[in-house]
């Protein structure tokens, strides 16, 4: 991501201000809130492209072997830009290790799904990729946020004088939601229809 001239400016002060609180100007909290625009936007833009990249190399893998070359060129960008390879991906290449290049893709693909797969195992996974959604900057010090009252968190209500709460329900198990079914009777033995 690269910022304009003017946008570096605003970052600078903003930052500035974050180390050093004083009193923002509305044109400062102006620069600021439109700063965060850019910056959302641009991260929005950044997850509508990955999707459109993971979704074109579905597409190219589900054409395979004719789309070899597109797939590939594909593959490479999306590992460039952190796609975990998927097992679908493994399985395609180990269909085209004959050629050089998938043979090789195949080799670095192999590695990072492993890697992935230790990290997952770790409880270390990498975060999604959706982008985490971020709160608003108007919390900044002197800004808009300062001439309202901080949210506080709300005390559980307490019952109403005489009454007394009622008590918790404890979680039903799961034989009392799903009683056991009755085995149906076994059919008469033939002597006993016979004899009847």
Not at 102 to 125: D, F, M, N, P
């Amino acid at each position: 991501m690269a910022f304009s001239a003017d946008e570096l400016r605003v970052l600078r002060r903003a930052l500035a201000i974050a180390l050093h609180p004083m009193p923002l100007s509305d044109e400062d909290v102006q620069d600021c809130l439109r700063l965060a625009g850019s910056v959302d936007e641009a991260v929005g833009e950044a997850g509508r492209l990955r999707a459109f990249l993971l979704a074109d190399l579905a597409r190219y893998r589900d054409a395979l072997p004719g789309s070899v070359t597109g797939y590939l060129e594909l593959l490479q960008d999306a590992l460039a830009a952190g796609y975990d390879p998927r097992p679908d991906d493994l399985a395609a290449l180990r269909a085209l290790r004959g050629r050089q290049a998938a043979a090789a893709l195949l080799e670095r693909c192999q590695i990072l799904a492993e890697r992935s797969v230790r990290a997952r195992l770790a409880g270390c996974a990498p975060a999604p990729a959706a982008p985490a959604p971020r709160g608003r900057l108007l919390a900044l010090p002197g800004g808009r946020a300062a001439d309202r009252e901080p949210d506080r968190p709300k005390a559980p209500a307490a019952p109403a004088p005489g009454r007394t709460p009622a008590p918790q329900r404890p979680m039903p198990k799961p034989s009392e939601v799903f009683p056991p079914r009755r085995r149906p009777a076994p059919p008469p033995a033939e002597e006993e229809r016979a004899a009847g």
